[in-house]
């Protein structure tokens, strides 16, 4: 099994469970040994040096998830960068290695016409950003993008809002600024989102204009005495 199915497995148990109401962390020293033993044991090392170096549990569930995401999306990068296609893991784009919904079989030829939603916020996929319930703080927000090193106009990893390729057509729908709707401070109940094809903010006005035409009206002179 690759590392990509063994990730989706085990994310698609833990929502389970918080679907549940159950609090996954509570499982943490149950779960945390049998998840890292399916995965490659210089993952396992490198987890084990990360919790003593950022201070935290070893059996901390929700740091887990994010040090595994951000493993399999820095081992996606790495085999681009090198060329490689060894597996399933390195068809994938890294949206969808992180669709923990996915029951068949992932067809590289599709991806790119239909992209996966994924989230930065809560690093599960199945939603885009702006429609995560998980994380709704905007500074909190904005602050996991800033220490995941993401985008704030695009949410995606590698440069800033400076260099985003999306600089020159993307901008928040709702205050015409340049960063991501999802972590605008300002609101507007009157904008109906379309669609979130690669994270741009398409949205639609649930105002309807009427076109009205003016014209001017004759009346003959004899009525008007």
């Not at 929700?62 to 893991?89: H, N, P, V």
């Not at 904005?142 to 995606?156: E, I």
């Not at 600089?167 to 300002?186: E, G, P, Q, Y």
């Amino acid at each position: 099994m690759s590392l990509n199915n063994i990730f989706i497995e085990y994310n698609r148990r833990l929502q389970a469970l918080t679907a549940l109401g159950e609090d996954i962390n509570a499982y943490g020293r149950i779960l945390t040994p049998k998840i890292l033993r399916a995965f490659p044991i210089d993952a396992c090392r490198r987890w084990i040096i990360h919790a003593k170096r950022e201070k935290i549990s070893e059996s901390d569930i929700s740091k887990l998830r994010e040090f595994l995401s951000e493993e399999i999306e820095g081992a996606l990068t790495t085999l681009k960068i090198k060329g490689e296609q060894t597996d399933e893991l390195c068809a994938l784009p890294c949206t969808a290695a992180f669709n923990v919904n996915s029951k068949t079989q992932y067809k590289p030829n599709n991806y790119s016409k239909k992209p996966t939603p994924f989230c930065p916020f809560c690093n599960v996929a199945g939603h885009w950003p702006q429609e995560c319930k998980s994380v709704t703080d905007i500074d909190v927000r904005v602050q996991k993008l800033k220490t995941a090193g993401r985008c704030f106009l695009c949410t995606n990893k590698g440069h800033n809002v400076r260099s985003c390729p999306r600089k020159d057509k993307a901008f928040c729908i709702k205050c015409k600024r340049k960063h991501h709707v999802s972590i605008c401070k300002n609101s507007n109940p009157g904008l109906i989102p379309l669609t979130t094809a690669n994270q741009v903010n398409i949205f639609a006005s649930n105002v309807t204009h009427l076109q009205t035409q003016k014209f001017l009206l004759l009346v003959p002179q004899e009525l008007l005495n």
